[in-house]
Every structure is written in structure tokens, then in C-alpha cells.
């Protein structure tokens, strides 16, 4: 057998923080760690760290975990990368510390490698184009934004994915990956609300949909994008954009949640 020259990179992990960054499930092969470029870094992979610079056989670099660790969602955009799926943190030519998805115990949310099942919560992120101005967005300029949704169905390879809300404008799909239940217990316990959630106002009897949740770039309070399904003569329905603590949140009968979801044959690769 023919020897095969390969690169190796040092890596010496001197701490792992226990208390105030999340950590991948119980279980996890922290043995398998490695380095990667950005671009090879696919969802369900977790991230641990990054380094601005490409990967150097020739130098000890140092990566520091700067936002708390998290199974990757990849969208890419303008000379970056969103590895959650939303921010624009990370740029092209970085390095990455990852644990690959195939070291996730299974049967955890990190893990459908063996395919999704029914029931799953499951999120995607896609590059929204807007058309028009409103108050989050300017028409024509792209971002990487996130939708939930859940799976309702399962027939082979093929699923069927009851998504959360309508997003206007174009979209262009990037990846997919089961939602986390951490990330929806924070944007809870941060925002009041979660994306996906179904919520109203306050003596109100129509029903929306969290589209995506932020901080107000003046007052710094957190708001909600929401989507109203539309009536039957309106099938697209409106948005709001308000404090959260405009919106109540509503636990969904079957009624409302069945207006107020659409469904889509998805085939995407399982993270």
C-alpha cells in the first residue's frame, strides 16, 4: 500500500468552559475534533471556535470561542458565512474548530443522520431578498435568515415540512437541520418568544407567527417580526413589527395552527 503524505495542524485544547457557554450533548466524541476551513463546515457539525486566518501547517494558532458552541447552519452570502444561519460573524478564509455531526450521540436533535422522523422540529435558513422597505428590511439587499417548521409526514428519503409562517419576497434555500430546543428556551427567556411561536395581542382574536426576533438598533428593545396569515381573499396575509411585549403568546389548537401553516415537499440532505 502506497504511503500517502497528509497535513497535520497542532491543536491543544488547554480548557473547556463549563459554565458560561453551552456544550454539545452528553456523550459527544470531543476526541474528534478538528480544524477545517469555513467552507467545508456542513449543518449539524458543531462549532467550537474560529480563527480569522486559513489553516498554517507552519504556525500554533490560537482559536477562542467567542460565542457560546452550536450545531452549525451554514448560509452563504457577500464574502461571508452564516454558521448559525443568520449571523454575519464569520467571513471566507477563516479557520473552524468543529466536532463533525457523525460524533453526535444519536438520537439527539443534533443528530438525523439516518433521516428526519415524524414529529421533528426541524429550522432552514435561506437568503431573503426583500422587495420592498419596511422596518427590518431595505428592498434588493440580501440576508441569511431562519424559519421553523415541523415534519408531518414521511415516506422513504422524501418528508413533508409544515413551515411556520410566509416569508415575503424571494428566498434562495441553503441547508437545514433540526431545531434546538436550547436556542428556542434562550430566544424565550431573551425575547419573551421564540421563532415559530403563535402569538396575538392583547384582547385580540387573530393569531400570528414570529417570523425572526431582534433588538432595535436605537432603543435597543427587543421586537418581533410577525406574520397574520391572510383571509380567503388575501392569501399572503400582513407583517408587524413591534415590541414583543406587544404580543401575547397562544399555545395553537388544531384549528389555528392548520390556517396559519403551509406545507412544502422537501428533499434536503439530513444534518
Known sequence: MPVIDVPFYPLIITERPADLFRQPPAGTDMGAARLCPIADVRPGDWVLGSFEQPLNQARLDTLMQSAACFPALPATLNGYIALDGQSDMW???ETVLIIPRESIPADTYADRSGGYRLGDRVEQTFIHEPTHDNARDKAGVRRPVIQRGTVTDV???MFTVAWSGRWPGHKEEQAMRLASPADIARERSTFGHAVGDIVTTPGGTATGIVLELYCHPHAGAPCARVYWPGSDWDNWGAYTFHATNRYVHQIPNIASR????????????AA
Not at 390556517?259 to 440532505?269: E, F, N
Open 91 to 93: 467571513h471566507n478564509g
Open 155 to 157: 415516506d422513504g428519503d
Open 258 to 269: 392548520a390556517a396559519s401553516r403551509s406545507t412544502s415537499l422537501q428533499d434536503l440532505p
